[in-house]
């Protein structure tokens, strides 16, 4: 649909085209339209006027209701509840059904009618996403509980997982029979104390998703307590929460997770220990230019990139052949973002750290 004084402006700007030397055909491709449409406004009048659109300034209906008898359908509406429950109500509104459409017209022009009945609530907005941005370790946590499958049907284990969004590193982990908020409180309480965070000045945000267990008071308690400022994901939206999941999705596809089911809870902690060794010291990461999570947590990452590129340039120079574009980038990852939909906060925070790096 395009409004009068766009279609007025096209034309103007097809015939200037024309005149110019271009070809019809042409110019109303740029223009986006069809000869056949700009031939039809031609004919029907529809280049310099309006035609039959929804925008178009239509005539008053003779039944309609006179300006007198809407007001008097706003008052009545207004004043007595009971009246509004009475128009609203399935079972009264049959007998009246050739009155409905008058009567409610008028309200939804007045906004009357938003909702059905006078205790409906009104329609929630869903909230924006809270945009992360970290510069360097213990700035953003993200955690959440994922199942263990067992050997028995119905019965699971929890895995109770702690990782900070700059490093990839695991700073916490848990695996218990139940599900309970105690043992969410227990972890985080224990990655507090593993990386110090009493120390620190700044502390970290600790951001999850909606479930119940990581917002109960005893977790929201231990958070307050230990200075740490808790960030939940919108509701229904899954990948609000990207880094957690990515960490489950690699534990669940590495050969020694037992899919079948563990045996014990024994069993299931070892496998949990030995994962965490594995993804924290030997796992080179494909998000942070395939170091370990320890060595960029620790800042040996821009030293081994740094050692990485030389030694891919030393390659190059000797074998040019071999190389027909250039060499693997290896420019260390800098802010990470997690739900980058706040453009403003993430161009502050990037300038931040241009002007950090330089300084130093």
Not at 52 to 79: C, D, Q
Not at 297 to 305: P, S
Not at 316 to 343: D, H, K, M
Request: glycine content about 4%; some cysteine.
């Amino acid at each position: 649909m395009i409004a009068l004084e766009d279609r007025q402006a096209l034309v103007r700007d097809i015939r200037m085209a024309q005149s110019a030397g271009a070809r019809l055909s042409k110019a109303c491709e740029v223009c986006g339209i069809d000869r056949r449409t700009l031939h039809r406004w031609k004919a029907d009048g529809l280049a310099l006027q309006s035609g039959g659109r929804p925008m178009a300034i239509r005539p008053t209906p003779a039944h309609a209701l006179t300006p007198e008898e809407r007001a008097r359908v706003l008052s009545v509406a207004k004043s007595p509840a009971l009246l509004i429950d009475l128009l609203h109500a399935s079972s009264q509104r049959w007998p009246m059904r050739e009155f409905t459409s008058p009567v409610n017209r008028p309200l939804a022009e007045y906004w009357t009618l938003r909702t059905r009945t006078l205790t409906a609530k009104e329609p929630k907005q869903q909230r924006p996403a809270t945009t992360h941005v970290a510069n360097g370790p213990g700035e953003h946590w993200c955690w959440d509980m994922t199942y263990l499958p067992t050997d028995i049907t119905g019965r699971r284990f929890y895995l109770y997982l702690i990782l900070d969004m700059y490093s990839r590193k695991i700073v916490g982990w848990e695996v218990h029979e139940t599900d309970d908020a105690d043992h969410a409180a227990r972890v985080v309480q224990r990655a507090a104390l593993a990386e110090g965070i009493a120390a620190n000045q700044t502390k970290p945000v600790l951001h999850g998703d909606n479930g119940a267990t990581l917002k109960a008071t005893t977790v929201l308690a231990m958070l307050h307590w230990l200075g740490i400022k808790p960030s939940y994901s919108r509701p229904r939206v899954s990948n609000d929460n990207a880094f957690a999941e990515s960490a489950f999705r690699t534990a669940k596809y590495r050969p020694e997770y037992v899919r079948r089911g563990f045996k014990d809870l024994d069993q299931a902690r070892s496998w949990a220990s030995e994962f965490v060794h594995w993804y924290n010291v030997e796992h080179l990461h494909s998000g942070i230019r395939y170091v370990s999570p320890n060595q960029r947590h620790a800042g040996q990452d821009h030293e081994i990139l740094a050692a990485r590129h030389h030694l891919y340039l030393a390659a190059q120079a000797a074998n040019p052949r071999r190389w027909t574009r250039n060499t693997r980038n290896w420019t260390p990852i800098g802010a990470v973002t997690l739900n980058p939909e706040n453009p403003e906060l993430i161009k502050t925070e990037s300038s931040n750290q241009d002007k950090q790096a330089i300084a130093a």
